[in-house]
């Protein structure tokens, strides 16, 4: 089965970080661009970053940008977003998906997502 597996959400303070991670099943993700996607209640999915299959190229989205670092580790096929300062406004699912980076546009292997949630 085909698919990418969201994890490392949780409920944290303002102020603080949190890793997610986002692994692959059943195929190779350094094929890939990967990239984060978030959508709040009420509101329509968004993209939050993107990294190119080599890693050599990222894109932010300008609400996180100088707070999220996206990395990935081909050798382990995963894919990471390092959230620091994180504000109430980031409280979403995040996903993680197939991208076109230079777009922050998600097209496929969509994951189940995973839950933040930023309140003091």
């Known amino acids: 089965q085909l698919q990418l597996v969201e994890s490392g959400g949780g409920l944290v303070q303002p102020g603080e970080s949190l890793r997610l991670s986002c692994a692959a099943s059943g195929f190779i993700l350094d094929y890939y661009d990967i990239g984060w996607f978030r959508q709040a209640p009420g509101k329509e999915r968004e993209g939050v970053s993107c990294?190119?299959?080599?890693?050599?190229?990222?894109n932010y989205a300008h609400s996180v940008k100088g707070r999220f670092t996206i990395s990935r580790d081909n050798a382990k096929n995963a894919v990471y977003l390092q959230m620091t300062s994180l504000k109430p406004e980031d409280t979403a699912v995040y996903y993680c998906?197939?991208?076109?980076?230079?777009?922050?546009?998600?097209?496929?292997?969509w994951g189940q997502g995973t839950q933040v949630t930023v309140s003091s």
């Open positions: 990294i190119s299959r080599d890693g050599e190229y990222t």
């Open positions: 998906a197939a991208c076109v980076t230079a777009t922050l546009t998600g097209y496929h292997y």
